[in-house]
C-alpha cells in the first residue's frame, strides 16, 4: 500500500497561507507519497486550483446531500469541488459536537457513496489510557464507526491519542505498535484480507524530530498532522521522513 500524510489545518489559514500548499506540491511533485492537505472550507476551491501534484481534503461533511441544514457541507458539494478526502470523527467533532460512533459511520457511509476517501479518526482520552481502557475503547470506536460499511475501499483509519494532539506529547514506539497492531487486528476481524490494504495512520503531536522513528514502527502507514502542517518548513520534514521509509 502506499503511504500517505495528511494535513489537517483545522480553523487557521487565510489565502495569504495557500502558498504553503503550493510549496507542498511543487517540492513533492514525483513523491511515492500520497500527501493530503485539509485547509478550512473556505480555502479548498483555491487550494485545488494550485495543488497540481497533491490531494485536497476536507476536514469535516454533513450525513445529508442537500437540505435545510445551515452553515453545513455536503458531500456533493466536495465532490463538486473536486476533494478528495474527508477527515471525520476527529476528536475534536467527538468532543465539542457530541459526534457519536453512529453519527461518524453515517458521514463515512456518505463519503464512500462519493467516492472521497474517508479518514476515519479513532483515539482515546488521557482518563481511559491511564484506566488501561485503550485497546478496547478503539475497538469499540472502528466497530461503531464502520457500522453497516461492507467494503474497505476508500477507507483510512487515523489513531490519534486525545491526549497527545496539540499538547507535544506522544506515545512511546512501544505503545504505538501495540496500538496499531490491535487496529489493524480488529479490521481484519471485520473485513478479512482485505484490511491489510487499510492505511492506519498516527496522529498527535508528529513533528520533523519524531516522525522518522514513528514511521519505523509496523502497522503505522503515514500520518495525520496537526499544527506542523500550516507551514512547508515543518511540514516537508514529517514528508521526508516517510519517504526514506518507503
Known amino acids: 500500500m502506499r503511504k500517505l500524510v495528511a494535513g489537517n489545518w483545522k480553523m487557521n489559514g487565510n489565502r495569504e497561507n495557500l502558498l504553503e500548499i503550493k510549496k507542498v506540491s511543487d517540492r513533492f511533485s514525483a513523491s511515492d507519497v500520497d500527501i493530503v492537505v485539509c485547509p478550512p ?43 478528495t478526502h474527508a477527515i471525520i470523527g476527529h476528536s475534536e467533532r467527538r468532543t465539542e459536537y457530541s459526534e457519536t460512533n453512529d453519527v461518524v459511520a453515517r458521514k463515512v457511509k456518505t463519503a464512500l457513496k462519493k467516492k472521497l476517501n474517508a479518514i476515519i479518526c479513532i483515539g482515546e482520552s488521557e482518563l481511559e489510557r491511564k484506566e488501561n481502557k485503550t485497546l478496547s475503547v478503539l475497538k469499540e470506536q472502528i466497530y461503531g464507526s464502520l457500522k453497516d460499511i461492507t467494503g474497505t475501499e476508500n477507507i483510512i483509519v487515523a489513531y490519534e491519542p486525545i491526549w497527545a494532539i496539540g499538547t507535544g506529547l506522544t506515545p512511546s514506539l512501544a ?26 495512520l498516527y496522529g498527535g503531536s508528529v513533528n520533523g524530530l519524531n516522525a522518522s522513528e514513528i514511521f519505523s514502527v509496523a502497522n503505522v502507514n503515514g500520518a495525520l498532522v496537526g499544527g506542523a502542517s500550516l507551514s512547508f518548513d515543518t511540514f516537508s520534514p514529517i514528508v521526508q521522513a516517510i519517504e526514506n521509509k518507503t
Open 41 to 83: 472550507f473556505t480555502l479548498l476551491s483555491a487550494a485545488k486550483e494550485i495543488a497540481a501534484n497533491i490531494f485536497i481534503g476536507a476536514q469535516n461533511l454533513h450525513v445529508e446531500n442537500s437540505g435545510a441544514y445551515t452553515g453545513e457541507i455536503s458531500a456533493d458539494m466536495l465532490e463538486d469541488l473536486g476533494v
Open 175 to 200: 505503545e504505538i505498535s501495540t496500538t496499531h497492531d490491535s487496529i489493524r487486528l480488529n479490521l481484519l476481524e471485520m473485513y478479512g484480507s482485505s484490511a491489510s490494504n487499510i492505511p492506519i
